[in-house]
């Protein structure tokens, strides 16, 4: 069946420290992939995505993410955190089911900035 | 573009009670949406998906009776909660797209508090 993990529930860095998210995904074929971020009490803010094409994707605020196929992982990657990156992320991968393409959520990861 | 708008943001209803909530693309025309439910510090579930003018295709273990969704119109569909009870307690989400399109845009939310 298809899956996403989110190997870590909670993480801890220090301000100006560096930050690694961890995806990976379980599909039979090469899904769609997006990051997304989400603050206490509010929607989910679009970070990156992956559709096809070079594996390395910038996005927003600073953040990418690589995409491995050998490792069906998609990892989600700043070279200096913000205290303001505090938030839950969460990682998705778009599929193809039943005529419709879907999203699988993984079940997110709460970032927590020391300053 | 590509924004997406929930209607309300909050509400508050008595148990037994039934309650709408409106999910409107402004500025394309959604021909695909979906409506998920998130529980407090947990993942996002997919409830239901919806194409423009057909009945709801609801997710395994979602209540068809209890969750109505409407996909009437190319901008507007439809959640709602019938008999709510607090368990129903939930922060909605909804998202769409367009035909051709695989990623989805999504709400901000809509926070349901059943008393």
């Known amino acids: 069946a298809q899956s996403v993990t989110q190997p870590d529930i909670h993480i801890t860095v220090s301000e100006g420290a560096s930050l690694e998210l961890r995806c990976n995904y379980s599909?039979?074929?090469?899904?769609?992939l997006f990051w997304y971020v989400q603050s206490p009490g509010q929607g989910l803010q679009l970070l990156l995505k992956y559709f096809s094409g070079d594996t390395l994707v910038q996005g927003i605020k600073g953040f990418e993410a690589e995409f491995k196929r050998s490792q069906s992982s998609f990892n989600l990657r700043k070279p200096s955190v913000h205290w303001s990156d505090a938030a839950e992320y969460f990682c998705?991968?778009?599929?193809?089911?039943?005529?419709?393409?879907?999203?699988?959520f993984g079940t997110g990861t709460r970032l927590k900035v020391l300053a | 573009g590509a924004v997406v708008s929930q209607h309300p943001s909050w509400v508050i209803c008595k148990s037994g009670t039934s309650v709408k909530i409106e999910c409107r693309s402004l500025?394309?025309?959604?021909?695909?949406m979906f409506w998920y439910r998130q529980f407090p510090k947990q993942s996002l579930m997919l409830m239901a998906t919806s194409n423009e003018g057909s009945k709801a295709t609801y997710e395994q273990g979602v209540e068809k009776d209890k969750f109505l969704i409407n996909h009437a119109s190319l901008t507007l569909s439809t959640l709602t909660v019938t008999s709510a009870h607090p368990e129903d307690s939930s922060f909605y989400i909804c998202?769409?797209?367009?035909?051709?399109?695989?990623?989805?845009?999504f709400g901000p939310g809509t926070r349901l508090t059943v008393t």
């Open positions: 500025d394309f025309q959604a021909t695909t």
């Open positions: 599909y039979g074929a090469t899904p769609y």
């Open positions: 998202s769409a797209r367009t035909q051709g399109i695989r990623e989805q845009y």
């Open positions: 998705a991968v778009g599929i193809l089911t039943s005529g419709t393409y879907k999203y699988i």
